[in-house]
């Protein structure tokens, strides 16, 4: 059953070192750090995405900015209570972690396999210009009764196909994680600049669990 529970929600991702360990929280005397790191798009731009590490995997106490970093692992949500209200906190869970040659050409990667429930009904729209986009939060089994929170981005045929999920639709998806800025109003003329996290979707397929 744990195996089953580990191999729906796999993530690979490497890229620069931009931050250095952040401490999180503390397990049963195991403490885990956050570090954040840039991976770059085909488009030459790139995404900043937190890695949440334990000391048990790296020397937490180093600093390792510009190095190239590369994470295996979960892509895991918690909720944060802030401003009287529940806000999605989204990072990678590194089971493993290595440093990898910078002069490496390899294109460093940034993939995603996700299996889960459709917890929300899909939100189909079409952009200004006439592309379509779905949004679908996903809701992947993690051991011991917890479950994670992945919102989803899909576009073209795949918003299309989204858009006819019902809540409770079994479905696995393969993407990247992307990261995505935008301003968030905390007063009358007041605004904050924050960063939401995501899977951009590139292939997705219904499980019809009554076969």
């Given at each position: 059953?744990?195996?089953?529970?580990?191999?729906?929600?796999?993530?690979?991702?490497?890229?620069?070192?931009?931050?250095?360990?952040?401490?999180?929280?503390?397990?049963?005397?195991?403490?885990?750090?956050?570090?954040?790191?840039?991976?770059?798009?085909?488009?030459?731009?790139?995404?900043?995405?937190?890695?949440?590490?334990?000391?048990?995997?790296?020397?937490?106490?180093?600093?390792?900015?510009?190095?190239?970093?590369?994470?295996?692992?979960?892509?895991?949500?918690?909720n944060?209570?802030?401003?009287?209200k529940?806000?999605?906190?989204?990072?990678?869970?590194?089971?493993?972690?290595?440093?990898?040659?910078?002069?490496?050409?390899?294109?460093?990667?940034?993939?995603?396999?996700?299996?889960?429930?459709?917890?929300?009904?899909?939100?189909?729209?079409?952009?200004?210009?006439?592309?379509?986009?779905?949004?679908?939060?996903?809701?992947?089994?993690?051991?011991?009764?917890?479950?994670?929170?992945?919102?989803?981005?899909?576009?073209?045929?795949?918003?299309?196909?989204?858009?006819?999920?019902?809540?409770?639709?079994?479905?696995?998806?393969?993407g990247?994680?992307?990261?995505?800025?935008?301003?968030?109003?905390?007063?009358?003329?007041?605004?904050?600049?924050?960063?939401?996290?995501?899977?951009?979707?590139?292939?997705?397929?219904?499980?019809?669990?009554?076969?």
């Amino acid at each position: 059953m744990l195996d089953k529970v580990f191999t729906n929600n796999q993530v690979t991702i490497a890229g620069e070192v931009v931050s250095e360990f952040v401490f999180s929280h503390e397990v049963y005397g195991e403490h885990f750090f956050l570090i954040d790191i840039a991976v770059c798009r085909l488009s030459n731009s790139f995404d900043i995405i937190p890695v949440m590490v334990s000391e048990r995997l790296i020397d937490v106490k180093a600093d390792y900015r510009g190095c190239i970093l590369q994470a295996s692992g979960q892509f895991r949500s918690y909720n944060r209570h802030e401003e009287n209200k529940n806000r999605l906190v989204l990072s990678v869970f590194a089971r493993e972690v290595s440093l990898l040659d910078n002069d490496s050409e390899e294109q460093n990667p940034n993939y995603i396999f996700l299996d889960g429930f459709v917890c929300k009904r899909p939100i189909y729209r079409k952009t200004p210009l006439g592309r379509e986009i779905a949004d679908v939060l996903l809701a992947v089994n993690r051991p011991y009764g917890k479950s994670d929170y992945i919102p989803c981005i899909c576009w073209g045929r795949n918003a299309r196909y989204a858009d006819q999920f019902e809540v409770g639709s079994h479905i696995q998806l393969w993407g990247r994680i992307q990261s995505r800025e935008y301003q968030k109003k905390i007063g009358e003329e007041e605004y904050e600049k924050r960063v939401a996290y995501e899977v951009s979707v590139s292939k997705m397929e219904f499980l019809d669990d009554e076969e």
